[in-house]
Nanobody, 121 residues
Framework: QVQLVESGGGLVQAGGSLRLSCAAS????????IYWFRQAPKEREFVARI???????YYKDSVKGRFTISRDNAENTVYLQMNSLKPEDTAVYYC???????????????WGQGTQVTVSS
């Protein structure tokens, strides 16, 4: 069992930055690929992932060059640094863990509770 807790969301102006954290407990986060998804009024969508063994990252096209996912295995924490934020980035952001390498919601094994990010124009 893995428990995931997100933090770091908030209200920021367009062009600003936020860093989200995803703290894991239960089993070590290094055993799982870790993902960030987001959900606005519509369906939950993939944002970024980092692989469990070699920290290879992959991003949704619209956040490439602006968002960076990283992990600190010693702290059992994964981060999402978000720069140059846009109003369309407004959503609830969720971290997730899976043993599968994927970008789809149904392949995730564990979810956090989410943290709200609001970007004002």
């Amino acid at each position: 069992q893995v428990q995931l807790v997100e933090s770091g969301g908030g209200l920021v102006q367009a062009g600003g930055s936020l860093r989200l954290s995803c703290a894991a407990s239960g089993r070590t986060v290094s055993n799982y690929h870790i993902y960030w998804f987001r959900q606005a009024p519509k369906e939950r969508e993939f944002v970024a992932r980092i692989t469990r063994s070699d920290d290879v990252t992959y991003y949704k096209d619209s956040v490439k060059g602006r968002f960076t996912i990283s992990r600190d295995n010693a702290e059992n924490t994964v981060y999402l640094q978000m720069n140059s934020l846009k109003p369309e980035d407004t959503a609830v952001y969720y971290c997730a863990a899976s043993r599968r390498l994927s970008t789809v919601v149904v392949d995730m094994d564990y979810w956090g509770q989410g943290t709200q990010v609001t970007v004002s124009s």
